[in-house]
């Protein structure tokens, strides 16, 4: 069992950076793939980056590439998404969720945290 919990949403201009981190606690963190996932307002879910227990291979949406960052430290069992150069498209809920598999498809991911707000003003 994994529970995960994100913060660090909130409101900024566009052109602004915002850091979101995603706790976990539970067994055997490192050994799970961590996804972040975001649903703008009436969409659906849609994948935003993953990458692999050991960190050392991250994939990013085209949406986002060259403008978000996502670093995970199994020794704090944190995983951070680092949101550069904003736009109001990025507005959204934005959810960290932990599976089995390095997947794009939000269906694969076992365990998720309750989401943070992001909004971004143009």
């Known amino acids: 069992q994994v529970q995960l919990v994100e913060s660090g949403g909130g409101l900024v201009q566009a052109g602004g950076s915002l850091r979101l981190s995603c706790v976990a606690s539970?067994?055997?963190?490192?050994?799970?793939?961590v996804g972040w996932f975001r649903q703008p307002p009436g969409m659906d879910r849609e994948f935003v980056a993953t990458?692999?227990?050991?960190?050392?291979?991250?994939y990013y949406a085209d949406s986002v590439k060259g403008r978000f960052t996502m670093s995970r430290d199994n020794a704090k069992n944190t995983v951070v998404l680092q949101m550069n150069s904003l736009k109001p498209e990025d507005t959204a809920i934005y959810y960290c969720?932990?599976?089995?598999?390095?997947?794009?498809?939000?269906?694969?991911?076992?365990?998720w945290g309750q989401g943070t707000q992001v909004t971004v003003s143009s």
């Open positions: 539970g067994r055997a963190f490192s050994s799970y793939v």
């Open positions: 990458n692999t227990w050991s960190g050392g291979s991250t």
């Open positions: 969720a932990a599976g089995t598999r390095v997947t794009a498809q939000y269906n694969e991911y076992e365990y």
